[in-house]
């Protein structure tokens, strides 16, 4: 699952020094890592997707102003249809519903970022920290992970966001705490496979102790599979986002698409066949996690080759 | 919340290795040990629903009165008659020794027991799911094995493509899209389907069979829709890793036609992984169909889950929480119980 490995750097200090040859190294392997990533045409598309949605998300102040969230001086009357005025129509407040899916970007990418993050950093800790040093206390808190993998995640969240207050902050504890066992399993095999390997052996004989072995040879090798398991979990971290701000349980202050697709519900969209308050909405989100998990399949086939993704 | 598709399961269904030692003899051992760490895992579902749910905000008993007014004193009685009173421990000891048998409590807001709700409510979910995953787990093994068959080909790449999309998206949004479209009908489509519920309450015998199917159409094919790219990804790439075998040319060397190949001796190795699949699917499906249940107003387990948190109504929420945990161990159970006499590779 590792790149394509050059031998580690040598110890001798003469010119030029260990960390430029370290750096060096690096590049290397990002240019080679870029160059494989280009073939893969999907993996492309979802990063120019990204960057699509990212640049809205960025530039959301100066495209439709800060103040589309308010509801006392909503522009138009409540649940317009769509116009020139309103591309889109309005809600049931009389907000721009444009305004607010552009807005309501800034807010998915965040808490899927941050959620991802938060679960894989958890799953990488707990992955290297049990693959490394093995024994009862490996096996102690795999038991724990497994645990956490038989709870269901969706109900686990919900209760967690039940139970906290509705903050923007809760969503992304729930999401993270409840999914980064998948993470740990994958890491642990993989830094189990990786300290079987002589260099490991030899940083040790040269009196390299725990913290050396992990940080510096164990995690750069699982590193590019936690860059595929965060892509791939963001967009399910923004799905699950999504999820909750449909059920009440967001922040009711915070314009979310999960959030919309609630007021949408409320407003009565579905009953009246308002499908242009309801789809666009619903569309951002598919998008977005799509974009992610293009992205994420195509880092996962240039690191194993072997899974045969489509080009 | 759905895992990450990708990649074939490469590991044991519970996500462990299981374990390659020992001979034939050793089943009843391996056995065992599945047994013991199910058993292992329902008691530690049992204690997270207790604790994890004593810390939900809200005063039940206030819950329970539905804001009716009541004494200070009727308060305390009510507390005595739920147990309520007692140190946390003691409600924990009970809580467990109830559990053990089959006693989840009383609901607060049904005054029924918890079992009997349970009891009345899963026969609809159990419908509801299992038609789902029994058709999207047929559609994803047969679309997956298409796609790896024909690798890199143009239908390869729509099936993906359009696998990809459809588990991106939302399942109660495409629930409720659904809903607009096909129950409420928008331009020139006409209203269909039923918006929700599962029978409309004025037929019986075949007619009653025909009415559920005709409730069940848009909620099966939203579960469906949402569902089986899981399947069919994992079927694809573990196909693909059997393409690249020998048995394979030597059984296209003795003259077999391409699709004996492909349904004789391809097939039946790649499906393990995706058997595997299927069942730790069906114990997901339980917990997952709460938006669907929820959009659908479909009378099953989710829905329930979903009226039961927002009182909230703690014992019905531990039970339905066990219930969904339990299913999730039983089917792990049941994959990993199976999976090595399905290989004979593994496990024995």
Same mark, same amino acid.
């Given at each position: 699952m590792t790149l394509e490995k050059t031998p580690p750097a040598s110890a001798d200090p003469s010119s030029p020094s260990a960390s430029s040859l370290a750096w060096a190294r690096r590049r290397g392997s990002v240019a080679r890592f870029w160059k494989e990533y280009r073939t893969h045409r999907a993996g492309l598309l979802g990063l120019a997707g990204l960057a699509f949605i990212a640049l809205i998300a960025l530039f959301a102040p100066l495209l439709v102003g800060g103040d589309v969230q308010s509801v006392t001086n909503a522009p138009g009357t409540a649940l317009e249809k769509p116009s020139g005025e309103f591309p889109l129509g309005t809600d049931q407040f009389g907000r721009s519903l444009l305004g607010l899916l552009i807005w309501g970007a800034r807010i998915s990418l965040t808490v899927g970022l941050l959620a991802a993050a938060l679960s894989v950093a958890i799953g990488t800790l707990v992955g290297v920290i049990a693959g490394h040093y093995g024994g009862w206390f490996a096996t102690v808190v795999m038991r724990?992970?497994? /645990?956490?993998?038989?709870?269901?995640?969706?109900?686990?969240?919900?209760?967690?966001?039940?139970?906290?207050?509705?903050? =923007? /902050?809760?969503? =992304?504890?729930?999401?993270g705490v409840t999914s980064w066992p998948t993470t740990a399993r994958l890491v642990r095999a993989q830094t189990i496979a990786v300290e079987s390997r002589p260099y490991i052996e030899r940083a040790r004989a040269l009196g390299g102790g725990h913290g050396h072995i992990m940080t510096r040879h164990v995690l750069p090798n699982v590193m590019p599979l936690v860059l595929a398991q965060t892509t791939l979990g963001i967009s399910s971290a923004i799905l699950t986002e999504a999820t909750l701000a449909f059920l009440g349980l967001g922040d009711p202050l915070i314009i979310s698409w999960g959030g919309m697709l609630q007021d949408a519900r409320e407003a009565g969209a579905v009953s009246s066949g308002h499908w242009w308050y309801l789809a666009p909405p619903g569309i951002a989100i598919a998008f977005v996690a799509l974009a992610f998990t293009l992205c994420g399949r195509a880092i996962e086939a240039v690191l194993n080759p072997k899974l045969g993704v489509a080009r | 919340m759905r895992d990450a598709v990708d990649g074939p399961v490469k590991t044991g269904p519970s996500g462990s290795a299981p374990t390659t030692s020992g001979t034939r003899t050793a089943y009843p051992l391996y056995v065992a040990g599945k047994l013991g760490g199910a058993a292992v895992s329902l008691l530690a579902v049992l204690v997270t629903s207790f604790f994890l749910f004593r810390i939900i905000p809200g005063d039940p008993v206030k819950a329970m009165t539905h804001g009716v007014p009541t004494s200070a004193e009727q308060l305390a009685t009510l507390r005595k008659q739920f147990g309520l009173d007692l140190p946390l421990w003691q409600q924990f000891t009970d809580y467990c020794g109830r559990a053990l048998t089959g006693d989840l409590g009383t609901s607060y807001q049904f005054h029924a027991p918890v079992g009997e709700l349970i009891a009345e409510k899963l026969p609809a979910t159990l419908l509801l799911t299992g038609t789902a995953v029994l058709i999207y787990s047929a559609l994803g093994l047969w679309l997956g094995t298409r796609s790896a068959w024909r690798n890199g080909s143009l239908?390869?790449?729509?099936?993906?493509?359009?696998?990809?999309?459809?588990?991106?998206?939302?399942?109660?949004?495409?629930?409720?899209?659904?809903?607009?479209?096909?129950?409420?009908?928008?331009?020139?489509?006409?209203?269909?389907?039923?918006?929700?519920?599962?029978?409309?309450?004025?037929?019986?015998?075949?007619?009653?069979?025909?009415?559920?199917?005709?409730?069940?159409?848009?909620?099966?094919a939203t579960l469906v829709a949402v569902?089986?790219?899981?399947?069919?990804?994992?079927?694809?790439?573990?196909?693909?890793?059997?393409?690249?075998?020998?048995?394979?040319?030597?059984?296209?060397?003795?003259?077999?036609r391409d699709d004996l190949v492909r349904r004789r001796h391809a097939v039946p190795n790649a499906l393990l992984p995706t058997v595997t699949m299927v069942f730790i699917n069906l114990g997901h499906v339980a917990a997952g169909s709460i938006l669907v249940e929820t959009v659908f107003s479909w009378p099953g387990l989710g829905g329930l889950f979903y009226q039961a948190l927002s009182v909230p109504d703690l014992p019905l929420v531990q039970g339905l929480f066990v219930v969904f945990a339990g299913a999730m161990i039983l089917m792990n159970l049941l994959a990993d119980l199976l999976y090595p006499l399905l290989d004979p590779r593994v496990g024995r």
């Open positions: 724990i992970t497994d /645990w956490f993998l038989v709870m269901p995640t969706l109900v686990l969240a919900i209760v967690l966001a039940t139970v906290m207050s509705r903050s =923007i /902050w809760t969503v =992304i504890l729930a999401i | 239908s390869d790449r729509v099936n993906t493509g359009v696998a990809l999309t459809l588990w991106s998206v939302p399942s109660f949004w495409l629930g409720l899209l659904l809903i607009i479209v096909f129950s409420v009908g928008i331009g020139p489509v006409p209203g269909m389907f039923p918006t929700g519920g599962m029978e409309s309450g004025d037929s019986s015998g075949f007619g009653y069979v025909l009415d559920v199917a005709h409730h069940m159409v848009l909620p099966v569902g089986y790219a899981q399947t069919l990804l994992v079927m694809r790439s573990s196909l693909l890793d059997e393409m690249g075998g020998d048995y394979l040319t030597t059984a296209r060397a003795k003259g077999l």
